[in-house]
């Protein structure tokens, strides 16, 4: 009988935390402990790091998601673990999960089989308490914004005009749209307002992309909460709002490590969602990483037509980093489906389907390499695959000059890994990296939108409602033109139509002005 995942995470045998720090090098008084088996890293121990060389970065990446399932996470996790097996120095780097998806559909982020990270459960729920942190945060911004119109509105917010919502890290569908100073005058001024989730928070975002305090202020402060009558944007620092708001972030701000099921080290930091927001754990974690081991492994969310693009147009462009390899995962289940194969008929063969189904993974692998990163594919074996199938991608992969690794990390830890380790680490010491951003920062924003659209996408063009150039012409106005995009999509195809399987093309990108308020002034 196959163990559960949480089966096996519980008889896992872990390390104490400070002897997985020791082995990166990390003194016991650079760590700061929650338990036994979590900690977080001391930020003057990171500015102590800046001088170092850097190692290896790679990025796990997938095929645009189904019901199937894929395993980016996984894949991570395994990489990671394998590559410390063959002899390299090797840490991995993810995002912290949600609570919202953990408790609905999607479960939780931790990995699965023998290709976890742990403490899984505490890690799935509280962690170290940086949602929360950053939930807080993000409450007492849009709290200061009704005391401000409260206590004489100096800085003439039109109440009509206030952007800011409220957060919470939890699937509550009640309060995605309210009303909100209800109950009299003592309460405020009545207006219309709303929850995003947490990993939806704007400073959820910017807290991933800060480099250090002061910039983590500096972010926080240039956050637009709303406008006047005239429409003159109106800033959190004009509030006074970022020094309370780093205060609440200044632990959450820390990376945390942890270990996997081998004992290996793992920084899990941030969560951004990546249909919304960039998709990638936080700058100050990879940083850290890359300056403690020669190879550091880190995925990005959804397909890589979102967690890649944002991870190399927005993370490694602001964060100036350089990744040496990609890797696109994928199965032969999740093929099958891009095929057009149901998910109950996924275990009777079909290797026609598997046929229809590459071109989504082909294209995927395509469009990674224009950043000028090497690519390798990653195939994460079920028992329902067959040998007629897994030669199939392979042999459509190859014509691209991509080879396919079959992985079996999930049911055999490392060792179902050990192959893609070894090429990793063969593209990553190849010197072929030469990577590029996807468009140029002087670009205007609807050009690089456009870009990302043909290039990534497939696309003929782009629509844009008149809202939206005048949001861009208001954007540009403000300083913000030369600053990459983030594009908010649905994560199940390559169009913005989710039941548009495979490798669509010849569709028209519409776009509307964006109203899920996932980062507008993150980046600025």
Same mark, same amino acid.
């Given at each position: 009988?196959?163990?559960?995942?949480?089966?096996?995470?519980?008889?896992?045998?872990?390390?104490?935390?400070?002897?997985?720090?020791?082995?990166?090098?990390?003194?016991?008084?650079?760590?700061?402990?929650?338990?036994?088996?979590?900690?977080?890293?001391? @930020? &003057?121990?990171?500015?102590?790091?800046?001088? +170092?060389? !850097? #190692?290896?970065? $790679?990025? /796990?990446?997938?095929?645009?998601?189904?019901?199937?399932?894929?395993?980016?996470?996984?894949?991570?996790?395994?990489?990671?673990?394998?590559?410390?097996?063959?002899?390299?120095?090797?840490?991995?780097?993810?995002?912290?999960?949600?609570?919202?998806?953990?408790?609905?559909?999607?479960?939780?982020?931790?990995?699965?089989?023998?290709?976890?990270?742990?403490?899984?459960?505490?890690?799935?729920?509280?962690?170290?308490?940086?949602?929360?942190?950053?939930?807080?945060?993000?409450?007492?911004?849009?709290?200061?914004?009704?005391?401000?119109?409260?206590?004489?509105?100096?800085?003439?917010?039109?109440?009509?005009?206030?952007?800011?919502?409220?957060?919470?890290?939890?699937?509550?569908?009640?309060?995605?749209?309210?009303?909100?100073? @209800? &109950?009299?005058?003592?309460?405020?001024?009545? +207006?219309? !307002? #709303?929850?995003? $989730?947490? /990993?939806?928070?704007?400073?959820?975002?910017?807290?991933?992309?800060?480099?250090?305090?002061?910039?983590?202020?500096?972010?926080?402060?240039?956050?637009?909460?709303?406008?006047?009558?005239?429409?003159?944007?109106?800033?959190?620092?004009?509030?006074?709002?970022?020094?309370?708001?780093?205060?609440?972030?200044?632990?959450?701000?820390?990376?945390?490590?942890?270990?996997?099921?081998?004992?290996?080290?793992?920084?899990?930091?941030?969560?951004?969602?990546?249909?919304?927001?960039?998709?990638?754990?936080?700058?100050?974690?990879?940083?850290?990483?890359?300056?403690?081991?020669?190879?550091?492994?880190?995925?990005?969310?959804?397909?890589?037509?979102?967690?890649?693009?944002?991870?190399?147009?927005?993370?490694?462009?602001?964060?100036? @980093?350089?990744?040496?390899?990609?890797?696109?995962?994928?199965?032969?289940?999740?093929?099958?489906?891009?095929?057009?194969?149901?998910?109950?008929?996924?275990?009777?063969?079909?290797?026609?389907?598997?046929?229809?189904?590459?071109?989504?993974?082909?294209?995927?692998?395509?469009?990674?390499?224009?950043?000028?990163?090497?690519?390798?594919?990653?195939?994460?074996?079920?028992?329902?695959?067959?040998?007629?199938?897994?030669?199939?991608?392979?042999?459509?992969?190859?014509?691209?000059?991509?080879?396919?690794?079959?992985?079996?990390?999930?049911?055999?830890?490392?060792?179902?890994?050990?192959?893609?380790?070894?090429?990793?680490?063969?593209?990553?010491?190849?010197?072929?990296?030469?990577?590029?951003?996807?468009?140029?920062?002087?670009?205007?924003?609807?050009?690089?939108?456009?870009?990302?659209?043909?290039?990534?996408?497939?696309?003929?063009?782009?629509?844009?409602?008149?809202?939206?150039?005048?949001?861009?012409?208001?954007?540009?106005?403000?300083?913000?033109?030369?600053?990459?995009?983030?594009?908010?999509?649905?994560?199940?195809?390559?169009?913005?139509?989710?039941?548009?399987?495979?490798?669509?093309?010849?569709?028209?990108?519409?776009?509307?002005?964006?109203?899920?308020?996932?980062?507008?002034?993150?980046?600025?």
């Amino acid at each position: 009988m196959v163990k559960s995942d949480i089966e096996i995470a519980r008889e896992a045998r872990m390390k104490p935390i400070m002897e997985i720090g020791a082995g990166l090098g990390i003194a016991a008084e650079h760590l700061s402990p929650y338990g036994h088996t979590k900690a977080k890293l001391d @930020l &003057g121990y990171i500015d102590s790091l800046a001088d +170092r060389p !850097d #190692g290896k970065l $790679i990025l /796990v990446t997938g095929i645009n998601p189904t019901a199937a399932g894929e395993g980016k996470t996984t894949t991570t996790v395994g990489l990671g673990d394998a590559l410390n097996r063959i002899g390299k120095r090797a840490a991995i780097c993810l995002r912290e999960p949600s609570l919202g998806p953990c408790f609905g559909v999607k479960g939780g982020a931790a990995g699965g089989g023998y290709a976890q990270v742990v403490p899984m459960e505490d890690i799935n729920l509280h962690f170290t308490g940086d949602f929360h942190a950053i939930a807080a945060a993000n409450n007492l911004l849009a709290a200061l914004i009704d005391n401000h119109v409260y206590w004489g509105n100096s800085a003439g917010l039109d109440p009509r005009r206030i952007t800011w919502r409220r957060a919470l890290d939890m699937n509550d569908r009640a309060l995605r749209s309210i009303v909100n100073s @209800l &109950g009299g005058v003592a309460n405020g001024f009545p +207006r219309e !307002d #709303g929850f995003d $989730i947490v /990993v939806a928070s704007e400073v959820m975002a910017i807290l991933c992309l800060s480099t250090g305090i002061e910039d983590l202020k500096r972010r926080l402060g240039n956050i637009v909460v709303g406008y006047t009558r005239d429409k003159a944007p109106v800033f959190a620092r004009d509030l006074e709002a970022d020094g309370a708001m780093t205060v609440l972030l200044k632990d959450a701000l820390s990376p945390n490590l942890v270990q996997t099921l081998e004992n290996n080290p793992a920084f899990i930091h941030g969560g951004p969602f990546a249909n919304i927001a960039h998709g990638c754990n936080s700058v100050m974690a990879t940083r850290t990483a890359l300056k403690l081991a020669d190879y550091v492994v880190t995925e990005a969310g959804f397909g890589a037509d979102l967690g890649a693009e944002k991870f190399f147009d927005i993370k490694c462009r602001k964060a100036g @980093l350089s990744p040496a390899a990609a890797v696109v995962v994928g199965t032969v289940r999740a093929l099958k489906m891009h095929g057009g194969v149901t998910k109950d008929a996924l275990g009777v063969e079909n290797v026609e389907a598997v046929r229809r189904g590459v071109s989504n993974i082909a294209r995927h692998v395509e469009n990674t390499a224009k950043f000028g990163v090497p690519v390798a594919v990653a195939l994460n074996r079920f028992v329902t695959d067959t040998d007629a199938e897994i030669e199939a991608v392979r042999a459509e992969l190859a014509t691209l000059g991509v080879d396919a690794i079959e992985c079996t990390h999930w049911s055999d830890g490392s060792a179902g890994t050990v192959d893609l380790a070894h090429h990793v680490v063969e593209l990553a010491e190849s010197g072929r990296a030469a990577f590029k951003p996807l468009y140029p920062d002087a670009a205007s924003l609807e050009d690089k939108v456009r870009t990302i659209a043909r290039e990534i996408y497939r696309a003929d063009d782009i629509a844009l409602e008149a809202k939206t150039r005048a949001q861009f012409k208001e954007i540009e106005a403000l300083g913000g033109g030369g600053f990459p995009v983030c594009i908010a999509k649905t994560q199940y195809s390559f169009s913005t139509d989710p039941n548009a399987k495979g490798a669509p093309t010849g569709h028209t990108c519409r776009c509307a002005r964006c109203g899920c308020r996932t980062g507008r002034s993150s980046w600025w």
